[in-house]
């Protein structure tokens, strides 16, 4: 995709040609304001021109964008979070009686179980995509959970704490 | 009914979450993540996110709904049209968790959601039906000989079929088996279900659908009727009420036919039987929609009643707030459905980010939308941006306030393309302004240039 534009001409003086600085700051804007990714930038002084070419994020049906599944408070600086993989009930333990798959501070394995979702009557298991340490719990056991809500942050096993 | 969970998105999702707040009942949102900032969920007294922007996984993903709707402890359900409104399955799982689905019953929406079904039960009320088959056709053969007996033009129809897919025009006999084979394809690629029907095509023919609603007690009303001819492909784009063809003795017959119908099946809720119309005034049932429809606020503005919130009411067990008599219809309405479809590329959808979304004002105009400056058009999803309807006390006031209304819409985002030009090329048309024209129009007039 690209736009041409023309610099803005001050008014009263139509046949001024606009600088190189005035071009150079509508390019920016331009740029600025782009729906995508800047692929081309051309400024012409001798015949006013502008133009930018960029990359649309618009995506073709069924191509999936990135989604963004935030609903808790924004992640912290380090660390990846587990989230809930659908729209359930959030319980840490296989049972009432048995001991939480993990509690914080705990190591776990990439794919290791480390809570339960259910919906349904039907208990999904929630797993680490990836090893690392338990850094935070942020739902308590039997609260509802949102799809892609944050459930825990692991952060890298090898990380100080 | 205290709370009602609207498993739904768009403006048809809002819509229901204005009626819930006029009606003094908690609404609650569903939401995929490409729905995150929709107005919805802005508007709703709580929202869940229930999943990704795969419908299959979000809006259509039943244990999800459910699960949202148990857990916000919402006593009903709406879910608008599209979607999981014509499914049977999902209305039983509602019934089955003490959860009132805002629509007809399981058993009623299973058999008239089989259009064969249906064409067989409604020519049993009495309706007339074109020339066609009552039970599905099997094999190619049959097909053949079915369509030599009728007489071409045919059409072939899937009986899982509905929103306008699933049909294929058969103008030529030697057309027939391949449009046979291709229609089942279709239908079960998109309908898990390859049965078709085969009946007579008029060519010459409006589309008139009869609005009804039925309480719980064994009473019924029609609204009127909607004139819905202005189509692309079956694809509805104008549709508008009163039809100018109907006198009202036949707005009388055609009304009072359909509701024998519904009420023949036991129907409850809003739904809406859609006939075909020709030049001498001779009407056949084509199917039934048990649901709401895209264009009920035509409706609405000639009858001063709110269709969403008799839905509401009757699934609350009250009987219909008006009778027969008290529906009067005063004026003329019309909608123009604003897609996100570029209509000199074949109407094909654009996505992305809506820099402005300026929707006209002013008297008697009314924009359904869940549109905002700002908000992203999603590409997973269809491609309704908003609904313009106008109303007026005659058709040619409502065709000049349509236009004029068309005029003040501004919709901006790169690459966004809308049907807002294609819509003023129709009301500038002589024939669109005469009122005599058929479900042809977009075909014949609107095509070139």
């Known amino acids: 995709m690209s736009v041409e534009t023309q610099a803005p001409q001050p008014a009263g003086h139509p046949l001024e040609a606009p600088s190189l600085e005035a071009l150079c700051q509508q390019a920016k804007v331009l740029a600025a304001g782009l729906p995508g990714t800047l692929t081309r930038l051309t400024v012409m002084v001798g015949d006013n021109r502008v133009e930018v070419e960029w990359q649309p994020v618009t995506v073709v049906a069924g191509v999936a964008p990135a989604a963004s599944a935030t609903i808790e408070a924004a992640e912290p600086e380090t660390g990846v979070a587990v989230v809930a993989p659908l729209v359930g009930t959030f319980y840490r333990a296989s049972g009432p009686d048995a001991a939480p798959f993990v509690s914080e501070g705990d190591l776990v394995e990439a794919g290791q179980q480390v809570g339960i979702v259910e919906a349904m009557k039907i208990m999904n298991a929630v797993q680490a995509d990836q090893a690392g340490r338990v850094a935070k719990i942020l739902v308590a056991d039997s609260d509802m959970v949102e799809y892609g809500q944050q459930l825990m942050i692991l952060e890298s096993a090898d990380a100080e704490s | ?235 509805k784009l104008i549709e508008e009420a009163p039809s100018v063809h109907l006198t009202p003795e036949l707005r009388a017959e055609m009304g009072s036919v359909a509701l024998k119908g519904a009420l023949s099946l036991g129907y409850t809720g809003a739904g809406t039987m859609e006939f075909l119309l020709d030049d001498q005034g001779q009407f056949w049932f084509m199917e039934m929609n048990t649901r709401i429809q895209v264009e009920h606020p035509v409706s609405e503005l000639i009858t001063g009643i709110d269709l969403i919130k008799e839905q509401i009411r009757v699934a609350r067990g009250e009987r219909l707030s008006h009778t027969q008599d008290e529906v009067k219809f005063t004026g003329h309405a019309i909608e123009c459905r604003i897609n996100a479809e570029d209509p000199d590329r074949d109407f094909a959808p654009s996505a992305g980010r809506l820099d402005e979304f300026a929707p006209p004002g002013g008297p008697w105009t009314r ?83």
């Open chain 2, 1 to 235: 009914m205290e709370k009602i969970l609207i498993a739904n998105r768009g403006e048809i999702a809002l819509r229901i979450a204005r009626a819930c707040r006029e009606l003094g009942i908690a609404s609650v949102a569903v939401y995929s993540t490409a729905d995150a900032d929709s107005a919805v969920v802005r508007f709703a007294d709580e929202a869940v996110q229930i999943g990704p922007p795969a419908v299959a996984r979000s809006y259509l993903h039943i244990p999800s709904i459910i699960e949202a709707a148990v857990k916000t402890g919402a006593d009903a359900i709406h879910p608008g049209y599209g979607f999981l409104s014509e499914d049977p399955y999902f209305a039983e799982i509602c019934a089955s968790h003490d959860i009132t689905f805002i629509g007809p019953t399981p058993d009623v929406m299973e058999r008239m959601g089989d259009k064969a079904v249906a064409r067989q039960l409604m020519s049993g009320a009495g309706l007339p039906l074109l020339p066609g088959t009552i039970e599905p056709v099997t094999t190619a053969d049959e097909a053949q000989d079915i369509a030599d007996s009728i007489g071409y033009p045919v059409i072939i129809k899937a009986v899982a079929g509905g929103g306008g897919r699933g049909m294929t025009v058969v103008w030529r006999r030697e057309d027939l088996r391949n449009s046979y084979q291709l229609t089942r394809a279709t239908a079960q690629a998109v309908f898990k279900n390859n049965a078709v029907y085969i009946e007579r095509y008029l060519a010459a023919s409006r589309h008139t659908e009869i609005q009804i609603v039925c309480d719980s007690h064994g009473n019924g009303i029609h609204l009127g009727e909607r004139d819905c001819s202005v189509q692309r492909r079956h694809q």
């Open chain 2, 367 to 449: 924009v359904d939308s869940h549109c905002f400056g700002g908000w992203t058009v999603s590409p997973y999803y269809d491609s309704l941006l908003a609904k313009l309807i106008v109303w007026a006390p005659d058709r040619a006031e409502a065709i000049e306030r349509m236009d004029r209304a068309l005029t003040e819409f501004r919709v901006n985002g790169p690459g966004m393309k809308t049907t807002i030009g294609f819509h003023q090329r129709v009301f500038a048309h002589p024939v669109f302004r005469s009122g005599d024209f058929h479900t042809d129009f977009v075909d014949r007039y609107m095509t070139q240039k």
